[in-house]
């Protein structure tokens, strides 16, 4: 079954906010990725971490990777009508070949 | 690129019926694999393969048949189909080396089991 932890399920924010969002494991992992979902598409890549402790941006998202594996963090700055969609966090084990997803985080932006 | 493409987009089966899902990649990824989406519960692997050849069960492979025969196919067979099978299904793939675990996921197939 599932192994990630996403949090929160759902977040309803004015535009301009901004966003944090984290997930958790009780195992470790070597890999963790984000992803968004807009609404009737498939996820798009958002970040890939490699290293513990890693901190990468694009543009204005910026994800961690956590120092003790377990854990992984995405931060929003100044959001935008279009940030709006589902966030998922993914992971992957050691030689696992293969994610294992989050339930995601829903976004919801006040204009 | 064409990327990832998935047909059909949409799709309505009585139960028993069978049919398959078409999956192709053009970026000569060696790894793909199937996911079904329902609500809340995130993506879940159904199967996956590594290479031509080369398949193996994900988290929920029940009911659902693979097979790759070239790199660029990878299609999902529903044998008989069941209202427990109704999700939106995708498909995804990577390079096997180096970024393996950056999938990249087609727009999705939505199936309907009545």
């Known amino acids: 079954g599932q192994q990630l932890n996403q949090s929160p399920q759902s977040m309803f924010i004015q535009e301009g906010e901004d966003v944090s969002m984290n997930c958790t494991s009780s195992s470790i992992f070597n890999t963790w990725l984000w992803y968004k979902q807009d609404p009737g598409e498939g996820p798009v890549l958002l970040i890939a971490?490699?290293?513990?402790?890693e901190l990468t941006s694009n543009g204005r998202l910026t994800a961690q990777f956590g120092i003790t594996r377990k854990d992984s963090f995405l931060n929003i700055s100044a959001s935008i009508p279009s940030d709006v969609g589902i966030y998922f966090c993914?992971?992957?084990?050691?030689?696992?070949?293969?994610?294992?997803f989050g339930q995601g985080t829903r976004l919801t932006i006040n204009p | 690129n064409a990327g990832v493409t998935q047909t059909p987009k949409f799709q309505v089966l009585k139960t028993g019926q069978s049919m398959t899902l078409q999956c192709a990649q053009d970026m000569n990824h060696e790894y793909m694999s199937w996911y079904r989406q329902d609500p809340g519960m995130g993506l879940r692997l159904i199967h996956y393969?590594?290479?031509?050849?080369?398949?193996d069960q994900g988290e929920v492979p029940n009911g659902y048949n693979v097979s790759r025969s070239t790199t660029e196919d990878f299609p999902l067979r529903l044998l008989s189909a069941a209202p427990s099978q109704t999700s939106v299904y995708f498909c995804?793939?990577?390079?096997?080396?180096?970024?393996?675990?950056?999938?990249?996921f087609g727009p999705g197939t939505r199936l309907t089991v009545t």
């Open positions: 995804a793939s990577s390079y096997q080396q180096g970024s393996s675990y950056e999938q990249y």
């Open positions: 971490l490699y290293k513990a402790g």
């Open positions: 393969s590594v290479g031509a050849g080369i398949t």
């Open positions: 993914a992971g992957s084990h050691q030689g696992a070949q293969k994610l294992v």
